[in-house]
T-cell receptor
Framework: GAGVSQSPSNKVTEKGKDVELRCDPISGHTALYWYRQSLGQGLEFLIYFQGNSAPDKSGLPSDRFSAERTGGSVSTLTIQRTQQEDSAVYLC??????????FGEGSWLTVV | QQQVKQSPQSLIVQKGGISIINCAYENTAFDYFPWYQQFPGKGPALLIAIRPDVSEKKEGRFTISFNKSAKQFSLHIMDSQPGDSATYFCAASSSISSGSARQLTFGSGTQLTVLP
């Protein structure tokens, strides 16, 4: 596609449920990134992928968070046993190597 | 060491005025300094970026000034327009491991309002 595509755009879930957020990067982009933006806050780096590999997972907030990327393209961020503090916008971005990083419009997650 | 400090948190400017947003960093490994613009409900979009080998970069009404010795950089928006009203984030980046990706460390954002 023309840009980074994320789904769902909005998700309301009950505390304790699992959620999956999907990111479809710009075609051909080698690197994929996940960020979290809490209301009125800056962007918190979560994880990045080089191809299908995630060399550094230390940015993930807890072991309830996991991410994978398959086929060097689509990525899924999974949050297990969601908590209210997980409510945020989850932003995906991609880049061709170290070039400009392009962001999607985000998945707005609300945990009630 | 990884923080990027941004100020002010909010800024109100009259149409036609100059908007100035400042950022400071600590990590001398940072080698790329972009500014992102974010409108409500949208993802951040790259506005302008600079590397530390130059002290200034200008694109249209937007200018980045970079002071390597002070580890500071700033965004200047000349002739500010109501359409510039958005949240602006500075960021700093260093290449990651083998150099095929970049980790952006963001400032906390500045909410700019340009009054008509």
């Amino acid at each position: 596609g023309a840009g980074v595509s994320q789904s769902p755009s909005n998700k309301v879930t009950e505390k304790g449920k699992d959620v999956e957020l999907r990111c479809d990067p710009i075609s051909g982009h080698t690197a994929l990134y996940w960020y979290r933006q809490s209301l009125g806050q800056g962007l918190e780096f979560l994880i990045y992928f080089q191809g299908n590999s995630a060399p550094d997972k230390s940015g993930l907030p807890s072991d309830r968070f996991s991410a994978e990327r398959t086929g060097g393209s689509v990525s899924t961020l999974t949050i297990q046993r969601t908590q209210q503090e997980d409510s945020a916008v989850y932003l995906c971005a991609s880049s061709l190597y170290q070039n400009t990083i392009y962001f999607g419009e985000g998945s707005w997650l609300t945990v009630v | 060491q990884q923080q990027v400090k941004q100020s002010p948190q909010s800024l109100i400017v009259q149409k036609g005025g100059i908007s100035i947003i400042n950022c400071a960093y600590e990590n001398t490994a940072f080698d790329y300094f972009p500014w992102y613009q974010q409108f409500p409900g949208k993802g951040p979009a790259l506005l302008i970026a600079i590397r530390p080998d130059v002290s200034e970069k200008k694109e249209g009404r937007f200018t980045i000034s970079f002071n390597k010795s002070a580890k500071q950089f700033s965004l200047h928006i000349m002739d500010s327009q109501p359409g510039d009203s958005a949240t602006y984030f500075c960021a700093a980046s260093s290449s990651i491991s083998s150099g095929s990706a970049r980790q952006l460390t963001f400032g906390s954002g500045t909410q700019l309002t340009v009054l008509p």
